[in-house]
């Protein structure tokens, strides 16, 4: 939406001017988003899940299964948050005062890249503009009028204030009511010492590890938004030796529209402002870590993709332990799958004996064992899987392959041309049949 563009690498491409080849890690995380939303969903909650504890209440809050509480219309809370709603104003247009979208976006990326490009501004985002030219600002934002910020009739600080009153008249935070619990939590996630008791050191991988996966289910526009405005705040902290304004200080102007919830009392807001704005900080600080999917998410949504003869269904994709991963995943299922296959030929083995045990001697069972034998049973899955236009030898797994492996305790007798050894074939010099001489002379025998 903003515009970031990527300049072709010369160097790459031979000077050619060709565009370069764009590379997403995430390509198969969002392809299971948006194809299997449901396998997607219940993958990246069970692993929230194994990082912090979230009550029935909670818990169903995140899934949307039951809305937060609302505001209500006694208490101190009504006077608390007016404070921070003064900015409203009865005429809501297309941008201010509407939930994120896609539309508002685009406007606000004005904004963004303006300040992206006036980020030595002292006190940037503290220092409040002129409410004369806000007012028109927010004008023309709203009327859908095209915005010329060049042109020196804004300053940034006009445009700063104008972009935190836009996150402050979102009908709710930027991380939504739904994820108000779960921030708490990873806030909350710290080392452990030796003996397995907690400390009061944070553990960032997996407050970083959580906030992945969290950011993962929000929706669209503000996830979008969200990580626009993070990059903002993490480039303007990067000048704080010139704007003065640190992630901490970022943190308590911007906490109140992101992160805290529009029905928050003051005392719950005094109870977890401390966490709130440590919560901020750490967002703004780690931002450019947490729009990515973890590896082991990233493996499994490429499994389920590239390897479905393995993960067959969502019950392939729940949690890994914590010394778990993919390639174990992998080799339980083909050791199912070799079970299986075991429990076929065994099968396969009974019907032979079966056949040539019970049946009378006749053309017919002469005519059946030698399609055992020789070929597979037309109708079974071995012959239904295979592709008649393809051309690549692939190892026989037929009824013929099967019964020579188990039943006559033979090597397979199928050459590197796929070609079967016959009958007839046998007093013919050759390995193969040399070995198999005798069990064809006992076999013909019992069909005479």
């Given amino acids: 939406m903003c515009n970031m ?24 995380v969002e392809k299971l988003r948006h194809e299997q939303p449901e396998i997607f969903t219940e993958l990246v909650l069970s692993n929230i899940t194994r990082l912090i504890d979230l009550p029935g209440t909670e818990f169903a809050q995140l899934l949307g299964e039951e809305e937060p509480k609302t505001p209500t219309n006694s208490g101190s809370g009504v006077g608390f948050f007016r404070s921070f709603n003064f900015l ?12 994120v979208n896609e539309e508002g976006i685009v406007h606000i990326c004005h904004l963004i890249e303006y300040l992206s490009k006036n980020l030595h501004v002292q006190g940037l985002f503290r220092i409040p503009g002129n409410s004369t030219r806000q007012q028109a600002l927010r004008e023309q934002l709203n009327s859908g009028a095209d ?13 700063a204030s104008l972009l935190k009153s836009f996150l402050g008249e979102l009908p709710e935070p930027l991380l939504t009511h739904r994820h108000f619990h779960a921030h708490l939590k990873i806030a909350d996630l710290t080392l452990f010492d030796e003996q397995g008791n907690k400390t009061a050191t944070p553990d960032k991988e997996r407050q970083i590890e959580a906030l992945q996966l ?5 929706p669209t526009a503000n996830r979008t938004l969200l990580k626009l405005l993070l990059d903002l705040l993490y480039q303007t902290a990067k000048h704080q030796d010139r704007n003065k304004m640190s992630a901490h200080n970022l943190a308590l102007m911007f906490a109140p529209h992101v992160m805290w919830p529009k029905n928050m009392t003051a005392n719950d807001v005094q109870e977890n402002l ?18 990515r999917a973890p590896a082991y998410l990233r493996e499994l949504a490429r499994l389920q993709f590239t390897a479905t003869k393995l993960l067959h269904s969502k019950d392939d994709l729940d949690l890994l332990p914590a010394n778990a991963s993919p390639a174990r995943l992998l080799s339980k299922r083909r050791g199912q799958a070799l079970d299986c296959e075991q429990h076929t030929e065994e099968a396969l083995k009974e019907l032979f004996h079966h056949v040539n045990s019970n049946m009378p001697s006749s053309a017919k069972k002469k005519k059946l064992i030698r399609q055992f034998v020789k070929q597979s049973t037309p109708g079974t899955p071995s012959s239904q899987n ?5 051309t690549k030898h692939c190892r026989s797994r037929s009824f013929g392959g099967l019964i020579k492996r188990k039943v006559l305790g033979t090597q397979p007798t199928v050459d590197r041309r796929g070609r079967h050894v016959s009958p007839e074939a ?3 010099a050759g390995k193969e049949n040399i070995s198999l001489q005798k069990v064809w002379s006992k076999l013909e025998g019992r069909l005479e």
């Fill in 274 to 291: 401390k966490k709130l704005n440590s919560g901020m900080a750490f967002l703004i600080k780690h931002s450019q870590k947490l729009f």
């Fill in 386 to 390: 295979q592709t008649p236009t393809s």
């Fill in 426 to 428: 046998v007093g013919k």
């Fill in 88 to 99: 409203k104003r009865k005429d809501k247009g297309v941008v201010f005062g509407t939930p």
């Fill in 214 to 218: 969290l950011f993962m289910l929000l």
């Fill in 147 to 159: 915005i010329d910020l060049a042109s020196g009739d804004f300053h940034p600080n006009d445009v």
């Fill in 5 to 28: 563009s990527a300049k072709p690498d010369s160097g790459a491409n031979g000077g050619s001017g060709c565009a370069p080849v764009i590379y997403n890690p995430d390509f198969f």
